[in-house]
């Protein structure tokens, strides 16, 4: 039943997700009544259920029949079923705290759990952002950081952890950045790498960045045999790193120890 709800809440999350990525692309207040894109006729409340108005819409606006893109109702089920697993996540890590040899912090799980829904809103933005304007904006990176900082200061780990894990975040693409001259990576790449290692501490900002760049690879190299990307073009890499991000705050412990029995 809890689950059920926090489906719900999550899918009606995810739609304001959307709403709010678009308004902040199109640099529009969140406030007032949604619109279609292709016609700017007002959506009644009854075509702008999650997902069920997508599906009886058959994916078509009532009034212009444009198609509506297919990333309103991905990025409500996907933050639909990220927060669903945040939320079991939580109720695993109160009872396992004492096994999992990075959480050495007292963890209230409600606390926990509304941290992580706050850091995977973030990172959704984040993912979609770049994924569709190849852009990391600082309007989001920055405040992300200070909020982080403060969750998880409050939480109880330790400034110099969180310290060491944004210099490596930022450090790892400042470098890059500096040897290429800024033509591999963009600044926003820089401040992402901090904000990872202020939600992830250390060690877990080095899963993340491994995860990124393994899945970064694979799916570069599938594209590339498809042909669907010349070489030179950019892959938005800041979707990466969000994703990456968002496995390791999930499963970051059960990777790092199945990575660490792999090797002793
Ligand atoms: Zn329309």
């Known amino acids: 039943m809890h689950i059920f709800l926090i489906f719900i809440f999550g899918l009606c ?3 304001f997700l959307n709403c709010f990525i678009y308004r902040l692309h199109e640099k529009k207040t969140i406030l007032g009544r949604s619109f279609c894109p292709s016609c700017h006729k007002q959506i ?3 075509d702008n259920i999650p997902l069920v108005s997508f599906i009886l819409l058959k994916g078509k606006c009532r009034h212009c029949k444009r198609k509506i893109s297919w990333q309103y109702p991905a990025v ?11 939320y079991i996540n939580a109720q695993f890590s109160i009872t396992n ?9 007292p963890i209230s799980n409600i606390i926990l759990f509304a941290r992580n829904l706050i850091f995977i809103c973030a990172l959704i933005i984040i993912f979609i952002y770049d994924l569709r304007w190849q852009l990391i904006l600082d309007k989001i990176t920055l405040p992300a950081m ?31 950045y500096l040897i290429s001259r800024g033509r591999w990576i963009g600044g926003g790449d820089i401040s992402l ?7 992830l501490g250390w060690p877990q900002i080095l899963t993340a960045l491994f995860l990124a760049y393994v ?6 190299a599938g594209l590339l045999a498809a042909r669907k990307k010349q070489w030179s073009s950019q892959i938005p890499f800041g ?15 059960k990777i790092l120890e199945w990575y660490l029995n792999l090797i002793f």
């Open 146 to 176: 200070a909020v982080a900082l403060g969750l998880n200061l409050c939480l109880g780990m330790g400034w110099l952890n969180l310290l060491i894990a944004a210099g490596v975040g930022g450090g790892f693409f400042l470098a890059q």
């Open 215 to 220: 899945s970064g690879a694979i799916i570069g």
């Open 239 to 253: 979707t990466f790193l969000s994703a990456a991000t968002i496995v390791t705050l999930l499963w970051g412990n």
């Open 193 to 199: 790498g901090i904000l990872m290692g202020i939600i």
């Open 44 to 46: 009644a409340w009854y």
């Open 76 to 86: 409500e089920l996907a933050t639909a079923v990220l927060f669903v697993l945040i």
């Open 97 to 105: 705290a004492q096994s999992i040899s990075n959480i050495q912090y």
């Open 13 to 15: 999350f995810g739609s």
